[in-house]
Nanobody, 123 residues
Framework: QVQLVESGGGLEQTGGSLRLSCAAS????????MGWFRQAPGKEREFVAG????????SYADSVKGRFTISRDNAKNMVYLQMNSLKPEDTAVYYC????????????????WGQGTQVTVSS
């Protein structure tokens, strides 16, 4: 099992920055592809960013490309999402996700999910 806990959410103004963190525990010695998703009120969950287990490959949704950066520190069992130039449409609950992977590619499906952290961007 893998447990994920997100932190770093909060209220920020348009154009501001936030850094989300995801702490992993359990089978963290395994190769884990990681991802960030978000869900806004009345909308479906959407993919935001993903990173392969080594960190050599990343993927981003078009809506956040150039503004958000996903990174990881496997020695600390941590994954991060740096969010810059925030917009009101970024307001959502952000979820960290993990998937056992051995290909070192960004994963499409995820088996493990955190509880989420609220990000609110004021207009």
């Amino acid at each position: 099992q893998v447990q994920l806990v997100e932190s770093g959410g909060g209220l920020e103004q348009t154009g501001g920055s936030l850094r989300l963190s995801c702490a992993a525990s359990g089978r963290t010695f395994s190769r884990l592809a990681m991802g960030w998703f978000r869900q806004a009120p009345g909308k479906e969950r959407e993919f935001v960013a993903g990173i392969s287990w080594s960190g050599r490959r990343t993927s981003y949704a078009d809506s956040v490309k150039g503004r958000f950066t996903i990174s990881r520190d496997n020695a600390k069992n941590m994954v991060y999402l740096q969010m810059n130039s925030l917009k009101p449409e970024d307001t959502a609950v952000y979820y960290c996700a993990a998937q056992h992977d051995y290909s070192d590619y960004v994963s499409v499906e995820y088996d493990y999910w955190g509880q989420g952290t609220q990000v609110t961007v004021s207009s």
